[in-house]
């Protein structure tokens, strides 16, 4: 058993767990990009219009007006775009991507959670349509994910319903807490980054995964536990008897970020061919 993760079975409590290089090993928008582009939701033009700064963001991380700036981009990049469409192209590759990139010990901590009578619940900024078949792989009991707009076309509006960012997922917590019962001193969290401090300051029990330099520092001035989880692992690897059930629909929000991240990459390899020529 990890350390730190204690048997309390009353009053209810829960575990929550930022998704992006917490519970899986790369950025889930950077992980789809390729079935995106692939599918034809990103044309050329647009990729050129904003390659580099995208891809910087995506691979190195960003601050709160990065990310405010990168959510406005976003849903204005992805207006119009069909969700039917989008879900299709994820439904076939969710968990051929996925799977492998699951940290085993994120996997292990989830179980012992389960074990000790918790309730497991995926806080991610990423869309819900991608983070609920995710948190449903992993054996989650709930997910708090970003909501986009759909309109009666059943296409994204550009609009975002529900943000689940920074202080966003704090306040998710404390209402999931009220509505559930859980005893929040007693609750566990998980992220690897400091706009996630909200979070982890809402429970007994917070800690950071692989965390990036800046909650890495706020985890030693508080006396923060600090995991680090390297080891992906294929959960049928982790269970020979493990079958992957289908999922007809899956991924729509997420396709922004993918969309982002295929920005960057099909820049980069842009440059490097014409750098090279």
């Given at each position: 058993?990890?350390k730190?993760?204690?048997?309390?079975?009353s009053?209810?409590?829960?575990?929550?767990?930022d998704?992006?290089k917490?519970?899986?090993?790369?950025?889930?928008?950077?992980t789809?990009?390729?079935?995106?582009?692939?599918?034809?939701?990103?044309?050329?033009r647009a990729v050129?219009?904003?390659a580099?700064?995208?891809?910087?963001?995506l691979?190195?991380?960003?601050?709160?007006?990065?990310m405010?700036?990168?959510?406005?981009?976003?849903?204005?990049?992805?207006?119009?775009?069909?969700?039917q469409?989008?879900k299709?192209?994820v439904?076939?590759?969710?968990?051929?991507?996925?799977?492998?990139?699951?940290?085993?010990?994120?996997?292990?901590?989830i179980?012992?959670?389960?074990?000790?009578?918790?309730?497991?619940?995926?806080?991610?900024?990423?869309?819900?349509?991608?983070?609920?078949?995710?948190?449903?792989?992993?054996?989650?009991?709930?997910?708090v994910?970003?909501?986009?707009?759909?309109?009666?076309?059943?296409?994204?509006?550009?609009?975002?319903?529900?943000?689940?960012?920074?202080?966003?997922?704090?306040?998710?917590?404390?209402?999931?807490?009220?509505?559930?019962?859980?005893?929040?001193?007693r609750?566990?969290?998980y992220?690897?980054?400091?706009?996630?401090?909200?979070?982890?300051?809402a429970v007994?029990?917070?800690?950071?995964?692989?965390?990036?330099?800046?909650?890495?520092?706020?985890?030693?001035?508080?006396?923060?536990?600090i995991?680090?989880?390297?080891?992906?692992?294929?959960l049928?690897?982790?269970?020979?008897?493990?079958?992957?059930?289908?999922?007809?629909?899956?991924?729509?929000?997420?396709?922004?970020?993918?969309a982002?991240?295929?920005?960057?990459?099909?820049?980069?390899?842009?440059?490097?061919?014409?750098?090279?020529?």
């Amino acid at each position: 058993m990890l350390k730190g993760v204690e048997n309390h079975l009353s009053p209810r409590t829960a575990a929550f767990f930022d998704l992006d290089k917490t519970v899986i090993a790369k950025s889930s928008t950077l992980t789809f990009s390729k079935s995106f582009y692939q599918g034809g939701l990103i044309n050329r033009r647009a990729v050129l219009r904003t390659a580099y700064s995208q891809f910087v963001f995506l691979a190195g991380g960003a601050d709160h007006d990065q990310m405010e700036r990168m959510r406005k981009y976003l849903s204005a990049l992805c207006r119009g775009w069909n969700v039917q469409q989008v879900k299709e192209i994820v439904a076939e590759t969710l968990h051929d991507l996925i799977d492998p990139i699951i940290y085993d010990e994120a996997a292990t901590l989830i179980e012992e959670h389960h074990a000790s009578g918790r309730d497991v619940v995926i806080v991610s900024t990423s869309g819900a349509e991608v983070v609920e078949p995710i948190g449903e792989l992993l054996g989650a009991d709930r997910v708090v994910a970003t909501r986009m707009v759909v309109g009666d076309d059943g296409c994204f509006t550009g609009e975002v319903e529900y943000y689940a960012y920074g202080p966003t997922k704090a306040e998710a917590i404390r209402e999931l807490a009220a509505s559930e019962g859980y005893d929040l001193a007693r609750c566990y969290a998980y992220s690897d980054s400091v706009t996630d401090v909200p979070m982890l300051e809402a429970v007994g029990h917070p800690h950071a995964v692989n965390p990036d330099r800046a909650l890495r520092r706020e985890a030693l001035a508080r006396e923060w536990p600090i995991l680090d989880f390297h080891r992906p692992v294929r959960l049928k690897q982790r269970f020979p008897a493990f079958s992957v059930p289908p999922r007809p629909a899956l991924v729509a929000a997420a396709a922004i970020g993918a969309a982002a991240a295929t920005a960057g990459l099909v820049w980069y390899a842009s440059r490097r061919r014409s750098t090279v020529a």
